[in-house]
């Protein structure tokens, strides 16, 4: 077994002499997507070829072996540390599609998680999804900012705060989870959302009344979000999130510092995939003020050994799918890009094929227009062989096909829609084939869509389009609220990977396309 160590002087705090000041470690994660198996370089789920060549990261089993070991030596030096998840264990791999959270609740146990925010992929099966969930885990489940009093599924499961006992320190946790969630997953209509920096003051002010005087946010609203919650809510010592698979790291070319300071306010995060774990570093004065704060993130690489037996585990609960994973649909001579931040501000490879496929499928039935959502592209191609389970981990929510009809009018609200929020990176970002449009950022929201063009040919407002999406889009998922009321409406057309998967294997060996549909200016 292999320790990955942030730092020397951050594991000496452990066995410093004994001092009034109070260290906490806070070892988490935020974003993981059911990535229980390793992952390649391009966040898929790692085959056995490259496993065998050192080149995967992450798993679940190699997160224990980093867990465990720190958590350790930590204890072992006198020290105190907890283990926290930022929400977002659901949706991304044929591990949640299969066994619908079971499994994530398993590795999370074994693990040792000490408590989790709620993310918006835990309610894209519903409440009753996200109670399954609940119903098997002993860690307290948080988000501050959701009103359940009116769901009789989830009332009193989900808790607005914890409070965990540390070495006989008292260490509060608040949370808040994006508004966003009722546009971008399935929360129903008896779950409320309240603003973030309000109730998390609430919160806050709560422990605080309570004698808490060590108090972190655990959020899922995205690293721009975190800033403006560390600046605004009084009281907050750190902010450990998720949502925008932030990468931050002391190391890696890019990346944003960690921990990035708003003020006195540590705020982390630990990009996503469990391919790093995250290791704040807290010091404490006798009135609960934070003194210094250090860390970094701890690349899961190959030189992380996967603890053999929870490995043996995974393997048991992969193999009733790995048949289907292993299956070859295609070749393709050329990586399908599909890296997070270009799928959701422009023009992308694996948007471009998504998007052709669709159109491919159902152009004889007079479909003009086909548009998908950057935030349903989850994992790019590498070159070679393309197999089923690397189609699933790029497309794995299981949406179908939908086709409709809507005026060219709501063309350009929808794409109004999906440019309104590129600075934060939203999923909401349109990737379409049969069309092609240009828009400013710097102009306001609602005003940025210029040159819309269909089949070569200004779009007319007046005109009725055929346009096919996926079947969450089409109901209003990420805000496409214009689609509810379309015409001649068909949601259950064939899995969007089954039709990708096609549409390689027609085109094969496959060569990955830029074509100018998408015009940033």
Do not use: W
């Not at 009753?128 to 948080?142: E, M, T």
């Not at 989900?158 to 946790?173: T, W, Y």
């Not at 010592?237 to 990346?255: C, E, F, I, Q, Y």
């Amino acid at each position: 077994m292999m320790l990955r160590s942030v730092s020397v002087a951050a594991l000496m705090l452990c066995a410093a002499p004994a001092r009034a000041d109070f260290t906490l470690h806070v070892l988490h994660v935020n974003d993981l997507h059911s990535r229980i198996e390793s992952v390649n370089k391009f966040d898929s789920t790692c085959d056995a070829a490259t496993e065998a060549k050192s080149e995967c990261f992450g798993g679940v089993a190699r997160l224990y072996t980093q867990v465990n070991a720190l958590r350790d030596q930590i204890r072992a030096g006198g020290g105190h540390v907890i283990v926290l998840d930022a929400g977002d264990q659901f949706q991304g791999s044929l591990m949640y599609t299969t066994y619908k959270g079971a499994v994530e609740a398993e590795m999370m146990a074994r693990i040792g998680f000490d408590a989790m925010a709620v993310g918006n992929h835990e309610f894209d099966d519903g409440p009753d999804g996200l109670k399954a969930f609940l119903d098997k885990v002993k860690f307290p489940v948080i988000s501050g900012n959701l009103d359940l009093s009116r769901s009789n599924t989830l009332n009193g499961l989900v808790k607005p705060h914890a409070v965990l006992d540390v070495g006989g320190e008292k260490i509060g946790l608040v949370s808040a989870l994006t508004t966003d969630t009722v546009e971008i997953s399935s929360p129903g209509a008896a779950v409320i959302f309240q603003n973030e920096i309000d109730s998390l003051r609430a919160d806050v002010a709560e422990l605080t009344a309570q004698g808490v005087t060590k108090i972190i946010a655990l959020n899922h609203v995205g690293i721009t979000k975190d800033m403006e919650i560390a600046a605004a809510v009084p009281g907050l010592d750190a902010v450990v999130g998720g949502h925008s698979h932030t990468l931050m790291s002391n190391t890696a070319k890019g990346a944003m510092a960690y921990p990035a300071m708003v003020g006195a306010v540590p705020v982390v995060q630990a990009y996503a995939y469990s391919k790093y774990l995250g290791h704040l570093v807290l010091t404490f004065d006798n009135a609960g003020n934070v003194t210094q704060a250090t860390g970094d993130t701890i690349l899961l690489d190959a030189s992380v050994v996967p603890d053999a037996a929870l490995l043996a585990r995974v393997a048991e609960l992969a193999g009733p799918i790995a048949e289907l994973k292993a299956r070859v649909v295609a070749q393709t001579d050329v990586e399908i890009g599909a890296d997070r931040a270009l799928c959701r501000a422009q023009e992308c490879a694996m948007g471009n094929l998504i998007a052709d496929a669709m159109l491919a499928r159902v152009k004889d039935q007079g479909i003009e227009i086909a548009i998908q959502n950057g935030g349903g592209i989850r994992a790019a191609i590498d070159a070679g062989p393309v197999t089923m389970g690397e189609v699933l981990t790029v497309l794995p929510f299981q949406n179908t096909l939908s086709t409709f009809r809507v005026t060219g009018a709501t063309i350009v609200a929808a794409l109004e829609n999906g440019v309104a929020k590129v600075e934060e990176g939203a999923g909401r970002f349109l990737q379409v084939a049969g069309m092609t449009y240009a828009y400013d950022k710097a102009q306001p929201a609602g005003s940025r869509v210029s040159d819309v063009m269909v089949g070569g040919a200004p779009i007319d407002p007046a005109k009725l389009y055929g346009v096919v999406s996926n079947n969450y889009v089409r109901g209003g998922g990420d805000g496409y609220a214009m689609f509810r009321d379309a015409q001649d409406v068909y949601d259950f057309g064939p899995d969007l990977a089954d039709v990708t998967a096609d549409y390689l294997a027609a085109n094969a060996p496959y060569i990955p396309r830029i074509d100018g549909r998408i015009t940033v200016k």
